[in-house]
């Protein structure tokens, strides 16, 4: 097998593409070698040495050897120095590299090849003895480290005794002799800390630091950033092994870092640190405060030290240049890490540098108009769920955080307020034009009223998909979920956590994109869509096929969706409207109503509520597509629950406490999301359907009339699982058309369609679609249907599932393809043979994600719906999944 790859004087037996083979720090150092850059020579093995290094429990590959040692002959040849002895030593750097990226997590040896002999002649050859032992120094305190496992802090311990004894502040001022010495007590204590030598045999050094840079792989911090990061664990590392070039050879060598543009706001300006006189890891580890590399750089750091520009001309410009040309052949922002010795510039390291969204953006639009890369290349560019960042107000970076609590980042943004604890509060406090955040143990529907009027919300109890999270996100309201740490003392009004107490009324911050909670008032940046944004986004709409709906249950919603570039509502939920204001009254009126009669009074009063609403929904989405759903949830959720609700409640409605219990027992359900609901509604009580579907026609009529614009009608049936439930309510829809058409003299055309949520609708959906018109997968519940897990209740156990394995993703954020996602195909398919022009989307919170998108584009549905707030991610994910 060939274990090894060589890359230097202009050559490279791998490149960019390797990737997976070389790692990305191999890959690129091979493609920078093969551009004719200057890269010190060297070899890079493989990661497939790496996995055969950990399946034979820790031992390298036998003819590994071999080929390493031939490698390690060109070396020789190209730099004129040999390994492990006079009077040219080879310096070796051994260093880590995986696929991905995993800054700092992994280990890197410098200076390998030094022993008390080699030190000697390189103190000769390079004219230099201070040097020599500086470097000898650095390579016992990283190799004691990496390899023999001394933690580097013992070795910090006697340099800075050391320090202390002879006066000196810095390590710069060390002598020859002084480093010489710091030397041998370092040996002295590598002996008594583990009682062994510090071994002398260079060719041992190498391998044992090959083989501890592999085990790196599996050191805690690089497993737990691959875990934060979805990094597979079964990819390894390569190891790369390069001639050391020196950067601390006196005052004309240096070593620095550069960004080929502003990573933070993307400006194209180079933008980079340097340290004269050191060596690559000082200037990560701030020992000293480095320099700006730009005399424009150094001005706005307002630094009196002098710019690279400055003080190496040469070097810098043929730096620069190397800059601009990695740019123009890798066609995007390079980070880069480079070295000066002795004036003469080396190339260690180039990648794709990280970004914020917000310089992502820029860098992506200024390289079309640069020409180097496509449209479709800058959409690929972006992160869908990045753009949130851009679309809420953030904390400020430069503001100390004081953390009380944290839970679960339900919905991003932050924002700050007095604390409240009911839902009525908030109502009352945003009347009086203050700002408060809402704080329950869980909300319920109940509360979404509060929920609107609140800034932010925090929960005590209740995972990323519980009621708080779900409605948060759709209102685009920070969240911060399942704060476990603190509790709410409803009582006496107070929010309990370790350490302190909060009384109602005291300002906290909700940061929902940590999930943290945060004292006071903090301060924010509030989000500014620039010019970037929306050109990149108007490239993403002539991209993609789909198109993208919002799911607004108010006006509010519609407008702050359609701001956002939705095209229509893919699920207006109904009943959200009866919980505002008075109506919650007319509604309990209706539900305890005696009998039909009675409750024909009540949607009576309800007729002309619903319809103004749907007047005001129209006008917004006025020629744009609008999905209504019927009356979707259980009665019993409009109901007081709590004795003293319940005795409130019936005081207000003028009837007996006893009465009102008597009828919240009667509606009670042991299972509410498979009991008395959807169009099993309509078919008990035909009156609500009627009501409505009036209420919305009638809407239809005056906003057509009002806007000239017809709305694009489709009315939605919930929960259908027969072919026979869709047609009852269907005819009952299609007859108050009819009414309406007769009394308005309007002909209003709009189809009537349901939502795929039950398996046995997906399965059945041939037959359905002779009635259906259109399809919208409802995902919540199909996921909790097929599952048969309560989305209500996953919090409980999906945790553990995923820690243990057992599932990966959450289903209920992550649409399951094998099983959801096959019926959902099927249904898809089987719809479309009885009718081909059957219209298809999604509505699930899973509109949203960019993976259950590209799913969504597979399998050729016409749109995807998803709350406002998401639109944005929505629109560029569907790009990205048509290109
Ligand atoms: P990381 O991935 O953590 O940045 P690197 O392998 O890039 O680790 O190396 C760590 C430091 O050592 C960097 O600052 C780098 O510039 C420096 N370095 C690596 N190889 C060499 C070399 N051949 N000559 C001089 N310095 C080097
Ligand atoms: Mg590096
Ligand atoms: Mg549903």
Known sequence: TKWVYRFGDGAAEGGAADVALLGGKGANLA???????????????????????????????????????????????ITGRTFGQGPHPLLLSVRSGARASMPGMMDTVLNLGLNDQTVQAL??????????????????????????????????????????????????????????????????????????????????????????????????????????????????????????????????????????????????????????????????????????????????????????????????????????????????MQDVEFTVERGKLWMLQTRSGKRTTRAAMKIAVDLVDEGVITREQAICRIDPPSLDQLLHPTIDPRVERVVLGSGLPASPGAASGE????????????????????????????????????????????????????????????????????????????????????????????????????????????????????????????????????????????????????????????????????????????????????????LDKLLPMQRSDFTELFTIMSGLPVTIRLLDPPLHEFLPKSAEEIIEVAAAMDMEPALLSRRVEALHEFNPMLGHRGCRLAISYPEIAEMQARAIFEAAAAAASETGAPVELEIMVPLVGLRSELDYVKACIDKVAADVSRETGLDIGYLAGTMIELPR?????????????????????????????????????????????????????????????????LAAERGRKTRPDLKLGICGEHGGDPASIRFCEQMGLDYVSCSPFRVPIARLAAAQAAI
């Open 419 to 602: 604390i409240v604890f009911t839902a009525e509060d908030a109502v009352d406090a945003e009347a009086e034009g203050r700002k408060v955040v809402l704080v329950r143990i869980e909300t319920s529907p109940e509360d979404i009223h509060g929920m609107h009027a609140a800034e932010a919300i925090l929960t005590t109890r209740g995972g990323m998909t519980s009621h708080a999270a779900v409605v948060a996100r759709g209102m685009g309201i920070p969240c911060v979920v399942g704060a476990g740490g603190l509790r709410v003392d409803l009582r006496n009004e107070l929010l309990i956590g370790p350490g302190f107490t909060l009384k109602k009324g005291e300002m906290i911050t909700v940061d929902g994109s940590s999930g943290q909670l945060l004292k006071g008032d903090v301060p924010m940046i509030q989000p500014a869509l620039s010019g970037d944004f929306g050109r990149l986004m108007a490239w993403a709409d002539e991209t993609r096929r789909m198109t993208v709906r919002t799911n607004a249950d108010t006006p509010q919603d519609a407008r702050a969706a359609r701001s956002y570039g939705a095209e229509g509502i893919g699920l207006c939920r109904t009943e959200h409207m009866f919980f505002e204001g008075g109506r919650i009254h007319v509604m309990r009126e209706m539900i305890l109503a005696e009998d039909e009669a009675g409750r024909r009074a009540a």
């Open 123 to 332: 103190g000769h050859d390079s004219g230099d003895a201070r040097f020599a032992w500086d470097s000898y120094r650095r390579f016992i305190q990283m190799y004691g480290d990496v390899v023999m496992g001394l933690d580097h802090e013992v070795f910090e311990e006697v340099l800075e005794d050391e320090k202390a004894r002879l006066g000196h502040d810095y390590d710069t001022e060390l002598s020859a002799v002084e480093w010489q010495h710091v030397v041998s007590l370092y040996k002295q204590v590598i002996e008594e800390e583990l009682g062994e030598a510090f071994p002398q045999d260079c060719h041992l050094q190498l391998w044992n630091t090959i083989k501890a840079v592999f085990s790196s792989w599996t050191n805690t911090r690089a497993v737990t950033y691959r875990t934060l990061h979805k990094i597979p664990h079964d990819w390894g590392t390569a190891v790369n092994v390069q001639a050391m070039v020196f950067g601390n050879l006196g005052s004309t060598s240096a070593t620095g870092v550069a960004f080929t543009r502003n990573p933070s706001t993307g400006e194209n300006s180079l933008y980079g640190e340097f340290l004269v006189n050191a060596q690559g890891e000082d200037v990560v580890a701030g020992i000293r405060t480095p320099q700006s590399l730009t005399e424009e750089g150094r001005l706005a750091s307002g630094s009196e030290k002098p710019s690279m520009e400055k003080l190496m001309p040469e070097a810098f410009a043929e730096f620069r240049d190397i800059c601009n040309r990695l740019e123009a052949h890798y066609g995007d």
């Open 761 to 825: 609708a997906a399965l059945r959906a041939h037959v359905i679609a002779e009635t259906a018109e259109f399809f919208s997968f409802g995902t919540n519940d199909l996921t909790q249907t097929t599952f048969g897990i309560s989305r209500d209740d996953a919090a409980s156990f999906i945790p553990t599932y995923q820690r243990k394995g057992i599932i990966e993703q959450d289903p209920f954020i992550s649409l399951d393809f094998d099983g959801v996602g096959e019926l959902i195909g």
């Open 31 to 77: 493609e920078m070698a093969s551009l004719g850059l200057p890269v010190p020579p060297g070899m890079t093995i493989t990661t497939e040495a790496c996995l055969f290094f950990f399946s034979k429990g820790k031992a390298l590959p036998d003819d590994l050897q071999a080929q390493v040692l031939s490698a390690l002959v060109d070396m020789e040849k």
